[in-house]
């Protein structure tokens, strides 16, 4: 098997008479096999580790996996619990955590979903959303390990939703401040940064995702905008949870917003950036990472 399986042929092999329990029990010698794969490509000592909801790929030590794997049920639980009626677990098999012994064998692994040329922002974590959704992130200490598990779960618990890059880091990040205590501050100096930033051409690029792949400030600045935009909706979670299940990638939101918010995007974003012309336009690449 390749790191990198074909997952659609692997569904489409699956006998489709099996119960949901047998299919579940299929997904999970598939997963085996494959982060069996990625431990014999990377060598070194690495391991799966399973618990009720979840399989880790790494090779940390005995203590670190389970104070790591029993922190991971508890998010998700309370992932659920706090976004219900947005975040999901549905699927077949478990949910898959691969943790890389350094830096450069996290971003050998993230190269293969990256095209060969361009320049993208360095990562703490990703969530990768092909095929067998999972996911990633360098060796790190517990108490930043657990932050950026939180971001990468909520993203996986939203993978069902069609939904804006800039909605879907939105909330996780609110959750990474939520469950994980790690807060984002909001003074007069960041402020200001977004003012000068933010203008017609660059607030396009945060309608479309491709600024969180930045490699200036613009990749903060589109975490923390994305983080204030849904720290404000989030007030009244009746209507947010119906936007969030309205909201569409290929309009980054917008149709939703003036269905279910009664007001454009332009309009949120200018409550916080002051006036500009900050609405999405029609012919921005739109695209669900």
Known sequence: MSIRPDWAAIADSMPPELSDEEQHQLWLIE???????????FGGSYRIAESENFLILSDESDRYVDVFSSFLERTLKRILKTLNGIA?????????????????????????????EGEFGMSAGMYINEGYGHFIFPSQDITYAEPTAVHELTHACL???????????????LMEDALAGNHLYLDQEIVSRHQVFWNMQTIQEFWSGDSFSRIDEGQELSYSLAHVLVRNLVQ??????????LANYSDAGEQAAQEVLGCSLAHLVGSFLGEGDFKPRDKVRFEKV
Request: glycine fraction near 6%; proline fraction near 5%; hydrophobic fraction near 40%.
């Open 236 to 245: 009244n979670f009746e209507v947010f949870a119906q936007f969030c299940n």
């Open 31 to 41: 997963c085996k096999k494959w982060l069996g794969t990625i431990a014999d490509e």
């Open 88 to 116: 999901a677990d549905d699927g077949f098999g478990k949910h898959v955590a691969v943790i890389f012994k350094d830096s450069d064998e996290y971003y050998r692994y993230v190269s293969l979903f990256y095209p060969e």
């Open 159 to 173: 993978s069902h939703l069609p939904i804006p890059l800039w909605l879907d880091e939105g909330l996780a990040v």
